[in-house]
């Protein structure tokens, strides 16, 4: 798939992803400017901030004002983003229960291991 400019065009969600890949290896808040010298090929600075702002309306990254703009930083490293998306399916199933059992059964072995040491320290917590 082409875009307008002849270039291909990249598929849904993966200029977000590239977008966090950026705000994740940044040692603090960085700005938009930043985020578009930092991504590969020539983005518009435009889309770069419209990019921003649909991740922070997500609550996947906060924003601090720095002077007339903003710097962002994401909320969560991947797999706490991962974590994030899965609850959000949960929290949207009306029968969690179901949910969590396909999900448990359709495991590998050695998922299901990581699993079960995991429910025993948590278990150990409380």
Partial sequence: MRNRRGGARRAPGELEAEVLSVLWEAQGPVSAGDVQHRLPGEL???????????????GVVTREKHGRSFAYRAVDDEAGLAARRMRKVLDNEPDRGSVLARFVSALSESDERVLLELLRRHEGKE
């Fill in 44 to 58: 518009a600075y435009t889309t770069v901030v419209t990019i921003l702002s649909r991740l922070h309306e997500k």
